[in-house]
C-alpha cells in the first residue's frame, strides 16, 4: 500500500487546526443563557437556548473529530497507518482520501 504519510500528516494538522479555530470562534455561542426578561422576551430565550444547546452539540463533534485525528497522527508515529485497527487489513486509500483519520476498512466500519 502506498500513502503519502508526509501528505496525510499535513492534511491531518490543518484539519485539526480548523476544527480549533471554528471550536474557538463558537465560544459565545456556548455561554450560558441569561434569564433577564426585561431585556430578552421568552421566545427569544427559547431561541438563545436553542442556539446554546447546537452550539455544545457541535462543539462535542468537533472534540471526537480531534481526537480521531489525535488518533490517526499517532498511527502515522507507530507505522500503522493506513492499516485498519480491527482486522489488520489495509484501508483503502480513496477511503484514507475521503477521511485521513479513518480507522477502520470499509468491511469493519
Given at each position: 500500500?502506498?500513502?503519502?504519510?508526509?501528505?496525510?500528516?499535513?492534511?491531518?494538522?490543518?484539519?485539526?487546526?480548523?476544527?480549533?479555530?471554528?471550536?474557538?470562534?463558537?465560544?459565545?455561542?456556548?455561554?450560558?443563557?441569561?434569564?433577564?426578561?426585561?431585556?430578552?422576551g421568552?421566545?427569544?430565550?427559547?431561541?438563545?437556548?436553542?442556539?446554546?444547546?447546537?452550539?455544545?452539540?457541535?462543539?462535542?463533534?468537533?472534540?471526537?473529530?480531534?481526537?480521531?485525528?489525535?488518533?490517526?497522527?499517532?498511527?502515522?508515529d507507530?507505522?500503522?497507518?493506513?492499516?485498519?485497527?480491527?482486522?489488520?487489513?489495509?484501508?483503502?486509500?480513496?477511503?484514507?482520501?475521503?477521511?485521513?483519520?479513518?480507522?477502520?476498512c470499509?468491511?469493519?466500519?
Amino acid at each position: 500500500m502506498s500513502i503519502d504519510l508526509t501528505a496525510a500528516r499535513q492534511r491531518l494538522l490543518d484539519l485539526k487546526e480548523e476544527l480549533l479555530a471554528l471550536s474557538r470562534n463558537g465560544n459565545d455561542d456556548r455561554k450560558p443563557v441569561v434569564l433577564d426578561q426585561q431585556s430578552v422576551g421568552r421566545l427569544s430565550r427559547l431561541d438563545s437556548m436553542q442556539v446554546q444547546a447546537m452550539a455544545k452539540a457541535a462543539d462535542s463533534r468537533r472534540a471526537m473529530s480531534i481526537r480521531r485525528i489525535e488518533a490517526a497522527l499517532k498511527r502515522i508515529d507507530e507505522g500503522e497507518y493506513g492499516w485498519c485497527v480491527e482486522c489488520g487489513e489495509g484501508i483503502a486509500p480513496k477511503r484514507l482520501e475521503s477521511d485521513p483519520s479513518a480507522p477502520r476498512c470499509s468491511a469493519c466500519a
